[in-house]
């Protein structure tokens, strides 16, 4: 991923005041989708370049059947894409939309733990004083 992406405040106001209902109910699933830990550890594991479900499992330490379960609905809803090879099945990212939406939730969060450590650390100090 080696381009830019840039988000001005104007467009994210327009998509508060524009965005229909249905959209928001899209949004919504692609939420719950990216809500699940180990579909993460899978985008996680997809960053690097395409991988075959074996080597999925291997990376993730899942089962499987489990791996399989996550990847098919990833898959049914746009967020991977899948290529066979013999018998094998190897998936990708196919919307990178998802890994800026990873990062900006992960940035946001250590952001906040970064302040609530802030603080924490500062009535700490004050109750030792």
């Not at 499992?57 to 399989?68: C, E, F, L």
């Not at 990178?96 to 952001?111: D, G």
Request: net charge positive.
């Amino acid at each position: 991923m080696k381009k830019a992406i840039t988000i001005t405040e104007e467009e994210v106001k327009k998509w508060h005041l524009n965005m229909p209902d249905e959209m928001l109910d899209a949004v919504s699933t692609r939420f719950k989708l990216l809500s699940e830990p180990m579909r993460l550890r899978i985008l996680r594991v997809l960053c690097e370049r395409e991988h075959s479900v074996q080597e999925i499992v291997d990376k993730v330490g899942a089962s499987q059947a489990n791996i399989s379960k996550h990847l098919a609905l990833m898959h049914e809803n746009g967020i991977v894409s899948r290529r066979k090879e013999g018998l094998k099945c190897y998936y990708r990212i196919a919307d990178e939309s998802v890994i800026y939406s990873c990062y900006l939730s992960s940035k946001s969060v250590v952001e906040t733990l970064h302040e609530q450590l802030f603080w924490v650390q500062k009535v700490q100090s004050n109750l030792s004083s």
